[in-house]
């Protein structure tokens, strides 16, 4: 069984930063490509941003190109990504999730193994 747990959400002011980290526990073997997901209220699940196991190959949602980071160190086990310029849109919860293959995909249906998820609220 495989293990993910984000933290770093919280309460942030339009035009500030936060970083979001996942830690992968137990068989982290079961997950290579991660992905970070987003839920605001009321609407579906949104992918925002991708990174394949080695970390040579990322993908990013137009709506967070150029402010969002994706990032990854395989010997820690994390996954990052870096919100920087936010806005009060991207307020939502954010998952982490992974899957065994080595490349993410933006259909969250490839993705096996889901973290709780973390809040991030951006005030105007």
């Known amino acids: 069984q495989v293990t993910l747990v984000e933290s770093g959400g919280g309460l942030v002011q339009a035009g500030g930063s936060l970083r979001l980290s996942c830690a992968i526990s137990?068989?982290?073997?079961?997950?290579?490509?991660m992905a970070w997901v987003r839920q605001s209220a009321g609407k579906e699940r949104e992918f925002v941003s991708g990174?394949?196991?080695?970390?040579?190959?990322?993908d990013v949602a137009e709506s967070v190109k150029g402010r969002f980071f994706v990032s990854r160190d395989n010997a820690k086990n994390e996954a990052y990504l870096e919100m920087d310029i936010l806005k009060p849109e991207d307020t939502a919860v954010y998952y982490c999730?992974?899957?065994?293959?080595?490349?993410?995909?933006?259909?969250?249906?490839?993705?096996?193994?889901w973290g709780e998820g973390t809040q991030v609220t951006v005030s105007s």
């Open positions: 137990g068989r982290t073997d079961y997950v290579a490509a």
């Open positions: 999730a992974g899957h065994s293959r080595g490349y993410p995909s933006q259909g969250e249906e490839h993705y096996t193994t």
């Open positions: 990174i394949s196991y080695n970390g040579g190959y990322t």
